[in-house]
């Protein structure tokens, strides 16, 4: 019997060791499971903070390139990055040369696009549609009620040629840092205002994407610079000088054999320019009788809409008539992508007529794209923020509504440049 009992105990075990041998009874190896962390980083940025950065630019007042405010907030600009971790902060200086008023202006440089197909001059190709207000840029001091910002920006740029500076810090690529994507945005403005919109709210958003990539535990394969440009609005004259003193050095590593890049080759250039105000198309102003105003001509009297629309969206731009079109355009269909699925609030839309904006200099030599409130030619060109180069450019203008705009367009731009880039968080 203990014999029976014994040999029935060995074939069962015998029976089961050959079921676990079995391929359909192994358990599959687990695959690891990968976080993605572009959410994480998205979660980090904050309405506050950003709200709070343009407001502390706001302080210099329209920050005009050639004075004291301007430097005044490159400075601070400088502090901000430091205390960020930024450790490669650095400033490229070129020459600018300001003319009397009554001078005639030379050529903006490097092949700005001007006319193209059924648009006129300076519009990148665009056509004017619908209902237009005016614009241009407040030259006049008086036109600032208010007294103090008034006298803050009272020092005018003085005339002939003195240095100016870009600013900038580099998150460098640990597995690529020959390799870079360029996140910029220009910080001077005009027009006796605060240059709140344009371009504190461009400005602000590179500043937060340098502090979040710039984290302890945040790495990415490829290199990504943030750059802050000066002399934007007298023709693109930082980022052009940028780009002839520096495209030639791409990819060359200095001192050879050390591993370091100082200006790794451009992969993508990503340019921000006023990024708060899309409250559609100007409409006719209504009297108290619900009668349509005119002027003294008899012309119809046109306003924008108060309230931020609905329908807002980021502007994503690249500019059909260069050289990089191909490579810009599927650059922008990529942060098309990234919007939709990390997003929050506002949608994206891409157009074709970049133009007028900081990336124009880089746009022949590496895909380049542009992202604003509105199209820049068609309805900035329009006169669709009325507060444009304007006295009104203030950050008490602005809503929250307004500036969850800016906020969305920093969340596209982070998790497009994220995914390029390849971004990880080390634990």
């Known amino acids: 019997m203990k014999q029976f009992v014994a040999l029935s105990v060995a074939l069962a075990l015998v029976a089961l060791l050959a079921v676990a041998q079995s391929p359909s009874s192994q358990v599959p190896p687990q695959t690891p499971v990968t976080v993605d962390p572009i959410p994480t980083l998205v979660g980090q940025l904050d309405l506050e903070k950003y709200k709070a950065t343009i407001k502390s630019l706001t302080l210099f007042g329209d ?11 490159l400075d601070w600009i400088e502090a901000q990055l430091k205390s960020y971790g930024c450790t490669n902060i650095e400033r490229m200086q070129y020459q600018y040369t300001e003319l009397a008023h009554d001078a005639p202006r030379p050529p903006r440089p490097l092949g700005i696009v001007s006319g193209g197909a059924g648009g006129p001059p300076g519009q990148g190709g665009s056509t004017l549609f619908g209902n237009r207000i005016k614009t241009g ?13 008034r006298a803050l920006n009272a020092e005018q740029t003085p005339v002939g040629t003195s240095p100016r500076e870009n600013i900038y810090c580099t998150k460098i690529g640990t597995r690529r840092p020959e390799e870079m994507y360029i996140v910029s945005a220009h910080m001077d403005g005009i027009g006796f205002g605060e240059a709140a919109n344009d371009n504190a709210s461009g400005t602000a958003l590179v500043m937060e994407l340098a502090r979040i ?5 945040v790495e990415t394969d490829r290199s990504i610079r943030f750059i802050l440009w000066n002399n934007e609005e ?5 980022a052009a000088a940028y780009v002839e003193q520096r495209k030639w050095k791409q ?5 050879m054999g050390s591993g370091r890049f100082p200006e790794p080759k451009w992969l993508g250039m990503i340019q921000h320019d006023m990024m708060l105000f899309d409250h559609g198309m100007p409409f006719q102003k209504i009297d108290g009788y619900g009668k349509p105003v005119v002027d003294e001509h008899g012309h119809p009297v046109f306003v924008v809409p108060p309230e931020q629309r609905a329908e807002a969206d980021v502007n994503i731009e690249y500019q059909s008539q260069s050289k990089q079109a191909d490579a810009s355009a599927k650059l922008a269909w990529h942060f098309r992508s990234a919007n939709d699925k990390y997003a929050t609030h506002y949608p994206a839309a891409v157009g074709f007529h970049m133009t007028n904006t900081d990336s124009t200099p880089f746009m022949d030599l590496v895909p380049s794209i542009s992202l604003r409130e509105n199209e820049r030619g068609q309805q900035i060109g329009a006169g669709w923020n009325p507060h444009w180069h304007q006295p009104t450019d203030l950050y008490k203008n602005f809503s929250d509504k307004d500036f969850m705009l800016g906020l969305n367009a920093a969340q596209t731009t982070l998790s497009g440049v994220a995914q390029l880039a390849g971004v990880r968080i080390r634990q």
């Open 63 to 73: 920050r005009r390139q050639g004075t004291q405010r301007n430097r005044d907030a």
């Open 137 to 149: 840029v407040n030259t006049d001091p008086m036109q600032q009620p208010d007294e103090q910002l």
């Open 213 to 217: 990539f710039s984290a302890p535990g």
């Open 234 to 238: 007298t023709g693109l004259n930082g």
């Open 251 to 255: 990819g060359v590593e200095s001192p």
